[in-house]
């Protein structure tokens, strides 16, 4: 267990909103990363740090959907559930991960570390799903 | 409703408050009763608020039939800055939200289900509990407030 994520798992501040904002804004500091959201799975907006040149409710919408998707299509498979997805297009990438609320999603450029953010989009699913866990470990938000 | 689940309905309350960062967040019964607050309220007419919100709720219950609901369980009045949140508790309580731009309703929906699960648990066992005459802090459902009026001499 790292320290952030202990620390997230003994988290009994005053407000998780507040935390799981700050979560999606560290994705800011990692180099070439363009933005970040926390999106629940109806394509609602959770918490958003993106450009003004990027519409949120669109990229909300659509992360949703593909993150219910790929969801589906891994049960399908006979998978529990997919980790992250990866998507890459010329002009930059974006990584969608399930973190039980919903989604998080990275967008990043083309030259971004894409295993530094595969490791911090796991870190962040892991300490939002741990910020809404109860300390006895039983069921969570639905 | 019995005093000490008054105070844990208010506990969630607060949390709701605090982990949605919503300016204010209401109690109310299907009536428009307001059966505990929290926030900011004060700076609003909660009266009036609860009352037309539990009367829009009820009146959109028609529409959901038309689509083969029983109602709807989440409506959503998004203003310039101001924005209501309201969703059902129970059959007979509905919570209430009030937030700005400082929050999404993403955010809010999710705090919302989740303190709508917890006061659904307390109610319901508040419901189950033996009554003792003079514990109690509100009434826990319309029936009970109406059963609490003074009656006419007849």
Known sequence: MTPRLKLAMEHDGPSRGRYVRDLVQQFLKLRSVRGALLVASDGFVIAAEVPDSVSVEPLAAMAARLGRELEASAARMGHTSFSTAMFSAEDGGMFVAAAGIGYVVVLADPQANQEAIRSAVEEAVALIQAAWSPPDGTASVG | MHEVDAARVQTVLERFLADASCAATVLIDRGGESLAVAGTARAFDVVSIAALAAGAFSSTAPLARLLGEREFSVLIHEGVKESLHVSTVDDGSILLAIFDERTTVGM???????????????????????????????????????????????
């Open chain 2, 108 to 154: 809010v929906r999710v705090f919302a289900r989740e303190a709508s699960k917890k006061i659904g648990a307390i109610l319901a066992e508040a419901r189950t509990r033996p009554r003792r005459p003079g514990a109690d802090a509100t009434p826990a459902t319309p029936e009970e407030a109406r059963s609490a009026l003074p009656r006419r001499p007849s």
